[in-house]
């Protein structure tokens, strides 16, 4: 029974993950995909739905568009994970032994948190349960767990008694995610609370990273937390040629991570800057 529970589990992770990377999927096409019943298709789609993962529609299902959705932690853990991977990789190129850095809530950022391993006496403020329980053995690391409210099903702290524990500080580099990016308006997130944090982390910081795979690009959320002139650098996995030449005059560096292959790192367009 419990093999049972856990291929259930895999199958919508798998679902999820065709969904979002397709942006919409029929009840065929998923049958197909993982070879069940239409019937077993419409029971994960229902489930998903009730989750908040995606919507589901008339003979099928499709990934949410509002500006104030937001899968949970679950649902982002599958999404793009080896993009992911790949741009908290290219990111660790950026931290130095002794730095005092911020890492913000998020997937993409957890990745990066497992990298750390081989960074000697670094501080790391993180408002993340997972993050910080993720670095608690590393051996020369200092972590600061900013407390605050329980986000629920994000695994992370907000709220005014978070933003308290973080007046006053300045860290070397600020790692933040997003859920949105564009270079008209900025990142952006769906939650006023998650913004408000997120705002103040980048306000401390000399050095501001902001790490989004290339579905986050060209979007907007409901809550701007900075806008374009205050990111230092964009690390993705493909970025449109009409969106460099916008970041270049922006004057924001790109840093470009491949997917199953080493990370690559264009010439730096931050020169004001660096």
Same mark, same amino acid.
């Given at each position: ?78 999404? !793009? $994970? ?7 990789? %290219? @990111?660790?190129?950026?931290? +130095?032994?002794?730095? #005092? ?114 579905? !986050? $690009? ?7 937390? %900075? @806008?374009?002139?205050?990111? +230092?650098?964009?690390? #993705? ?38």
């Amino acid at each position: 029974m419990k093999k049972e529970l856990v291929f259930v589990e895999e199958r919508k992770r798998g679902i999820l993950e065709y969904v979002t990377e397709r942006k919409k999927a029929s009840v065929g096409e998923l049958c197909e995909r993982f070879g069940v019943s239409s019937a077993t298709i419409r029971s994960d789609l229902r489930d998903l739905e009730q989750g908040g993962s995606l919507l589901r529609t008339h003979g099928g299902a499709m990934v949410k568009r509002q500006a104030r959705f937001e899968p949970d932690a679950r649902a982002k853990e599958t999404a !793009k $994970l080896e993009e992911k991977r790949a741009i908290a990789a %290219a @990111a660790l190129e950026r931290i +130095d032994d002794g730095d #005092t850095i911020i890492l913000d809530t998020g997937t993409t950022i957890y990745e990066l948190a497992c990298l750390l391993d081989g960074k000697r006496d670094i501080t790391v403020l993180t408002n993340d349960l997972e993050i910080a329980l993720r670095l608690e053995e590393h051996p020369s690391a200092t972590i600061h767990l900013i407390g605050g409210v329980l986000r629920k099903r994000f695994h992370c702290a907000v709220g005014a008694r978070a933003a308290a524990a973080l007046e006053g500080l300045t860290v070397d580099k600020a790692f933040m995610a997003a859920n949105s990016f564009s270079v008209d308006k900025g990142a952006s997130t769906p939650d006023l609370q998650q913004a408000e944090l997120k705002r103040l982390m980048v306000s401390m910081a000399t050095k501001v990273y902001l790490l989004v795979d290339s579905s !986050k $690009l060209g979007r907007n959320s409901f809550a701007l937390f %900075a @806008a374009p002139p205050l990111v +230092d650098c964009l690390v #993705t996995d493909a970025v449109g040629e009409e969106d460099q030449k916008s970041l270049e005059e922006l004057g924001i560096e790109l840093l470009l991570a491949h997917p199953g292959g080493p990370a690559s790192d264009t010439q730096s367009r931050k020169g004001a800057k660096e």
